[in-house]
């Protein structure tokens, strides 16, 4: 009786300690999934701004177009009319470094998604092992309630017996 005490014991302390792994699984995986979340409304607002600079860039290029058109038909307003052509390919040199630079950031962003997914990855399959392991316990929970049931019927039935030999002693 008393092995199987101690066996019932150690497989709770196990489901404990199996319990509090669990509760730092969840919680990292919570942690990840809001990352996530983050990196996926950043990856938004950067393909909103992407979609903005290319209509921009698409203006400007109209812009240009025109331009250098009417350079070639009014001599007199050549000189205004290269200004603003230097100014608007200055602004589209800019406009390009911007969108360089939002096409790293969405790179940037991609990779962390990319280590997110991995990391819950690892996660599901620590859940996964975790979750094999409390099965485990439970079947010896179970086998265990079940020695425990039949020793303390076993341990009636002696106490029975014993009181009832008492009876018949003290009878006679």
């Given amino acids: 009786m008393d092995l199987n005490f101690n066996a ?20 990292a995986i919570a942690s990840l999934a809001e990352r996530a979340k983050e990196l996926h409304t950043a990856l938004e607002a950067v393909t909103v701004k992407q979609s903005e600079l290319d209509a921009r860039q698409i203006q400007l290029d109209a812009n240009l177009r025109a331009i250098q058109l009417a350079l070639a038909n009014q001599e007199p307003r050549l000189l205004t009319l290269t200004e603003t052509a230097r100014a608007n390919t ?7 470094s911007e969108n360089q630079d939002l096409i790293t950031r969405t790179t940037n962003i991609q990779s962390d998604i990319s280590t997110v997914l991995t990391s819950l990855s690892t996660q599901q399959y620590s859940l996964n092992h975790l979750e094999s392991g409390l099965k485990e316990m439970n079947q010896r929970i179970t086998e265990n309630q079940q020695s425990i049931k039949t020793v303390l019927m076993v341990a009636s039935f002696s106490l029975l017996v014993a009181v009832l030999a008492v009876a018949v002693h003290f009878i006679k």
């Fill in 8 to 27: 019932l014991m150690t497989t709770t302390k196990d489901v404990a300690a199996k319990a509090e792994s669990l509760g730092a699984h969840i919680s």
């Fill in 90 to 96: 200055l602004q589209l040199s800019e406009l390009k």
